[in-house]
T-cell receptor, first 108, second 112 residues
Framework: RKEVEQDPGPFNVPEGATVAFNCTYS??????FFWYRQDCRKEPKLLMS???SGNEDGRFTAQLNRASQYISLLIRDSKLSDSATYLC?????????FGSGTKLNVKP | NAGVTQTPKFRILKIGQSMTLQCAQD?????MYWYRQDPGMGLKLIYY???????DKGEVPNGYNVSRSTTEDFPLRLELAAPSQTSVYFC???????????FGEGSRLTVL
């Protein structure tokens, strides 16, 4: 069973749309959770950490449900510049496990 | 600060050759990681280190070796290269366990 699973997409949305990504993780002892963004042929970069209480950074909102082992990312008012692959990342005892990524295409 | 520096950026190897991918960080991070990313896939952990002199296997260690003689450097050695090792390799570091990962720009390796 994979440590982290994501819907690969792609999600094709118009500018201004709201889009949500989900991911599940298999190890209930996982300690920390993140969303990373990866542009084509570039290295991943941290978008935001995810906390149980939920957290928001501008147009981005992340949620963690430990009981369901489920992580979400909501992007409001999508911009063309949001087009990228979004990686769900889970940390277990010094190891970071990555989902396969969800590709987002924002169209004019 | 340069952050995480990987060399080389591109390399073509013949089957059976060996090589070392270099990774250096200047942020005094204790935690360092090597990942590989195949096309359309997520990152798979090859090896990691929690400090100088300490290394451990990740999800896909076969065919690779690492060493960590200093805090700054974490080279990845490929022995007897195989076509299945064609991939993009990313080195990353973190200040703490569970902290933000900082990545190098990646090394694109092709084995023919």
């Amino acid at each position: 069973r994979k440590e982290v699973e994501q819907d690969p997409g792609p999600f094709n949305v118009p500018e201004g749309a709201t889009v949500a990504f989900n991911c599940t993780y298999s190890n209930s002892a996982s300690q920390s959770f993140f969303w990373y963004r990866q542009d084509c042929r570039k290295e991943p970069k941290l978008l935001m950490s995810v906390y149980s209480s939920g957290n928001e950074d501008g147009r981005f909102t992340a949620q963690l449900n430990r009981a369901s082992q489920y992580i979400s990312l909501l992007i409001r008012d999508s911009k063309l510049s949001d087009s990228a692959t979004y990686l769900c990342v889970v940390n277990n005892f010094n190891k970071f496990y990555f989902g396969s990524g969800t590709k987002l295409n924002v169209k004019p | 600060n340069a952050g995480v520096t990987q060399t080389p950026k591109f390399r073509i190897l013949k089957i059976g050759q060996s090589m070392t991918l270099q990774c250096a960080q200047d942020m005094n991070h204790n935690y360092m990681y090597w990942y590989r990313q195949d096309p359309g896939m997520g990152l798979k952990l090859i090896y990691y280190s929690v400090g100088a002199g300490i290394t451990d296997k990740g999800e896909v260690p076969n065919g690779y070796n690492v060493s960590r003689s200093t805090t700054e450097d974490f080279p990845l050695r490929l022995e007897l290269a195989a076509p299945s090792q064609t991939s993009v390799y990313f080195c990353a570091s973190s200040y703490s366990s569970g902290g933000e990962l900082f990545f190098g720009e990646g090394s694109r390796l092709t084995v023919l």
